[in-house]
């Protein structure tokens, strides 16, 4: 029975993908860092929209939830991060010992363990995305005016995200769980 839940991997192509979900991390929780330090704040000249259409303008539940969006998102990506990096240190433990030997090639490992902690941690990178493109659509409704105004700059700027990013986060998903049968 151990034999069957604990087998040699050739876990080279996992340590990779798992340094390529806590490298992608790190970058999107420097963006949502600066988003959060350079809050746009409700001043009238921190928007472009016109001050004769006051409809238009963002008010502070927006602002609000770009801010919370923006700590949803660094929170995802960093659960997200250290999963992956706690899975990557599994399979080093799992070559003998732990100590850094480059890329592991064949380690002993829990199947189950590797598969569930790359699928949380891909979980906490997807949730992430989403919050993240959330405080997007939030920013732009302060900057540009909200979406309730249907301003082409605003649907401009919103429409390639909310289509793009999706179709991307099922791509990724799909991969994964590809990756998770196999």
């Not at 029975?1 to 040699?8: F, L």
């Not at 259409?53 to 659960?79: N, T, W």
């Amino acid at each position: 029975m151990a034999s069957v839940s604990r087998r040699q991997f050739n876990t080279s192509i996992h340590i990779m993908a798992l340094d390529g979900i806590v490298n992608v991390n790190s970058l999107f929780t420097f963006a949502v860092f600066l988003g959060i330090a350079w809050y746009p704040t409700a001043d009238p000249a921190a928007t472009l929209v016109s001050v004769a259409d006051p409809a238009c303008v963002a008010d502070a539940a927006i602002g609000e939830s770009l801010i919370a969006f923006h700590v949803y998102s660094f929170s995802s990506f960093l659960f997200s991060s250290l999963v992956a990096s706690a899975v990557k240190q599994a399979i080093r433990m799992g070559q003998g010992g732990g100590e850094d030997r480059g890329i592991a090639m064949n380690s002993h490992i829990n199947a189950a363990t590797l598969r569930v902690g790359i699928l949380v941690s891909a979980a906490g990178s997807v949730f992430g995305c989403v919050f993240l493109m959330l405080a997007l659509v939030d920013l732009v409704q302060i900057k540009l005016g909200t979406l309730s105004c249907r301003s082409w700059h605003s649907l401009a700027a919103v429409g390639p995200l909310v289509v793009l990013v999706p179709f991307a986060l099922v791509v990724f998903v799909g991969l994964v769980l590809y990756a998770f049968a196999r």
